[in-house]
């Protein structure tokens, strides 16, 4: 899944969400694929929403104006390219 969210012309740094015990794991793969990303960790098992509102926070301060994408790491995408048609930004129509 990271290497379909690590276009810098598409998306900003990835926020990953992981529980206490695969934070090591989660950042050597990280460091594995040349990855730099954030890691937020969630309080408990399967009780993600709060550590996702943190992640949201986070990406909030960096630039309030983002659009935050929150997705799962086993999602398969068997169309990369639609996938990132879809990520593109679209110009806001205004009047």
């Given at each position: 899944m990271l290497t379909r969210i690590t276009d810098p012309e598409l998306f900003a740094r990835p926020i990953v969400i992981?529980?206490?015990?695969?934070?090591?794991?989660a950042a050597e793969q990280l460091r594995g694929r040349?990855?730099?990303?954030?890691?937020?960790?969630?309080?408990?098992?399967?009780?993600s929403g709060l550590a996702v509102t943190v992640a949201a926070v986070l990406a909030a301060e960096r630039d309030h104006n983002v659009l935050v994408l929150v997705?799962?790491?086993?999602?398969?995408?068997?169309?990369?390219?639609e996938f990132r048609d879809t990520c593109r930004p679209r110009p806001r129509g205004g009047s």
């Open positions: 992981t529980k206490v015990d695969f934070r090591f794991v040349g990855v730099e990303a954030d890691i937020v960790l969630e309080p408990m098992r399967r009780h997705l799962e790491a086993d999602h398969v995408i068997r169309k990369p390219e």
